[in-house]
């Protein structure tokens, strides 16, 4: 069974940091593009970041520089580190393919105060 477990997000006031958590289980997840996405109050799911299964990433325009991304293939987890956060970044963060084949999270709330 496909779940996908996120963590990690919380209340944290502008120019703090975070780091997110997906774990991932019933896919294979070592060979998977992962990927992070973003839904704000009133807003449609936006793209955040890629990273393939070799490690290679790709941002959005609005987070390059302050996000990264990362996996650990033993753990079957993909990680996002947020530095430098901004009020616009409040959202629900969620974790899936690049092509969000698998069905969603909970995703973790994220909650940036000025």
């Known amino acids: 069974q496909v779940q996908l477990v996120e963590s990690g997000g919380g209340l944290v006031q502008a120019g703090g940091s975070l780091r997110l958590s997906c774990a991932a289980s019933?896919?294979?997840?070592?060979?998977?593009?992962m990927a992070w996405y973003r839904q704000a109050p009133g807003k449609q799911r936006e793209f955040v970041a890629t990273i393939t299964s070799s490690g290679f990433t790709n941002y959005a325009d609005s987070v390059k520089g302050r996000f990264t991304i990362s996996r650990d293939n033993v753990k079957n987890t993909v990680y996002l580190q947020m530095n430098s956060l901004k009020p616009e970044d409040t959202a629900n963060y969620y974790c899936n393919t690049n092509i969000a084949n698998l069905a969603w999270g909970q995703g973790t709330q994220v909650t940036v105060s000025s």
């Open positions: 019933g896919i294979a997840f070592s060979i998977s593009t």
